[in-house]
Each structure stands twice: as structure tokens, then as C-alpha cells.
């Protein structure tokens, strides 16, 4: 004698997850080879460091200002020069999980596509923060002053763009999947232009009409004029909120392309 068994008894029952656990288990994923491998995080700090070491003076001895004045303007841009090129290599690694198969599997795991968009995006902000951190307090001894209230709505700021961003170079690796040399392409194509064009490594003020018109289309330039309010200690500034409104729009933007592409791809 045999036992007939439905269908749903016979298959196993598929555990419910939320979104937030979702998005919790792809940054811990993602974030685990760093911490297992902390020296690519000194690597990384070698960029911005020689920004600070070798342009800092260039800048300082070129503005005829103290060297406390012009660190408290050039170190914020700085900051945000690490979020721009660090969420910008988001796709990057997508691009090298889809050559070798293991972005397909995640695709079949039990979580919800959008998930693995948020979390990746979240766990190229966690180094951020550690970089900001240590270049800031590089930066102290030689007259750089920190509102600790200041920085830290600073880094909730750098989290937001750095979403926004992170999402939009997941897109773009995925849309150019098999082509390397697209995603290549396109991203040296807008990270350069996006940071000459903010101000962050020279003031515009004094450029051609035409940047100072391209600037104010530039989300960039209205985050690093937030960060150099927010680390003054001006937490009211209408640079400020013009800061935060760039942000979001550019998160809104970055998560409805970003959630849209990977909700379509095979």
C-alpha cells in the first residue's frame, strides 16, 4: 500500500525572508573577503593619500591661504573623491562574478534581486568610511579641524551618494555584461568629468563660464559643497540641503535603474 503525497507536502517549504535580512546577508557576504583580506583596504587608502601628500601643498602654497584653511576646504572634496572612484568599481567586481559564474548562482538563491543591488552598493560604503576616517585624522595634525557632529551627518551624506552611484555602476555592468571594455569605457568617461567639474580638487570660481554652467548640473559639486559646510561645523547651510537633495534625487535615480536591470537579467 502506498501513500499519495500533494504536491506542497512533498516539496520543502521555502523560508520567508525580509528584505532588510536580505540585504544584510549580501553585505556580509560581500564585505567578508575584505576583512579576511584588510590589506586591500591599506592599498586602497594609497590613492587619496597621495592626492593629500602630493597636491595638498601644491594647492596650499597656489591659494596664498593658511594651510588649516586650505585643508578645511580640500580635505572634504577628497572624502567625496573616495566615495565617487571606491562605489564607481561596484560593477567592476560584478563583472569579474559574471565571467566566472558565481553571479549567476546568486541569482537563484533565495533572496530578492533587489537585495543584492542595496547590499553591494552598502558594502562599498563600509571601506569609505574607514578611509574618510583615517584621512581625516592624517589631516588634524597639519591644522585640519573635524565637528564630530558634522562629519557624521557627513558620512550619512557620503552613504546616500555613494548608494546612488554604487546602484548605477551596477547597472552599467550588467548592461554591458560580456564587454569589459564598455563598462571601462563608460565609467572613465564620467568619473573624470563628474570630479574636475564639482570643484573638489580646484575651486571654479575663477574657470570659464562654460564650467561653472556644466557644475551646476553636476550632482557632485552640490555634495562637496555640503561636506566642506558639514565639516566646518555649519550644519544649516543651504549647501547643506542642496547636498542632501542631489543625494537623494541620485539614489532615487541609481535604485529604480539599478532594482529595474537586475530584476531583468538572465
Known amino acids: 500500500m502506498t501513500t499519495a503525497l500533494s504536491p ?5 517549504t521555502a523560508r520567508p525572508t525580509s528584505f532588510a535580512r536580505d540585504v544584510g546577508n549580501v553585505f556580509v557576504r560581500e564585505l567578508r573577503p575584505v576583512v579576511r583580506d584588510p590589506f586591500s583596504l591599506v592599498f586602497s587608502l594609497l590613492q587619496p593619500l597621495v592626492f ?4 595638498g601643498p601644491l594647492l596650499v602654497a ?14 572634504p572634496g577628497i572624502l567625496v573623491m573616495i566615495a565617487l572612484f571606491g562605489t564607481g568599481t561596484t560593477g567592476a567586481n ?16 533565495p533572496l530578492r534581486r533587489s537585495s543584492l543591488l542595496i547590499g553591494r552598493a552598502l558594502k562599498e560604503m563600509a ?15 597639519f591644522g585640519f579641524s573635524v565637528n564630530p557632529l558634522g562629519m557624521l551627518v557627513g558620512l550619512v551624506l557620503l552613504g546616500l551618494f555613494g548608494l546612488g552611484f554604487g546602484s548605477l555602476s551596477y ?25 574636475i567639474l564639482s570643484g573638489m580638487l580646484l575651486p571654479l570660481e575663477g574657470g570659464p563660464e562654460w564650467m561653472k554652467v556644466a557644475a551646476a548640473f553636476n550632482p ?11 565639516f566646518a561645523g555649519d550644519l ?6 542642496g547636498g542632501f537633495a542631489a543625494a537623494v534625487v541620485l539614489a532615487g535615480i541609481g535604485l529604480a535603474v539599478g532594482i529595474r536591470t537586475i530584476r531583468v537579467a538572465r
Open 8 to 12: 506542497t507536502a512533498a516539496l520543502p
Open 52 to 55: 593629500l601628500g602630493l597636491f
Open 62 to 75: 597656489s591659494s596664498g591661504e593658511p594651510a588649516a584653511a586650505t585643508l578645511q576646504w580640500f580635505v
Open 94 to 109: 560584478l563583472l569579474f562574478e559574471m565571467q566566472t559564474g558565481s553571479h549567476e548562482r546568486t541569482l537563484v538563491a
Open 127 to 141: 571601506p569609505i568610511v574607514v578611509q574618510a576616517g583615517v584621512i581625516a585624522l592624517v589631516s588634524v595634525p
Open 171 to 195: 547597472a552599467l555592468a550588467l548592461a554591458s555584461r560580456s564587454r569589459d571594455w564598455m563598462f571601462w569605457a563608460v565609467q572613465q568617461a564620467t568619473l573624470f568629468p563628474l570630479m
Open 220 to 230: 557632485v559639486s552640490y555634495v562637496v559643497s555640503a561636506e566642506r559646510a558639514l
Open 236 to 241: 544649516g547651510s543651504p549647501a547643506v540641503f
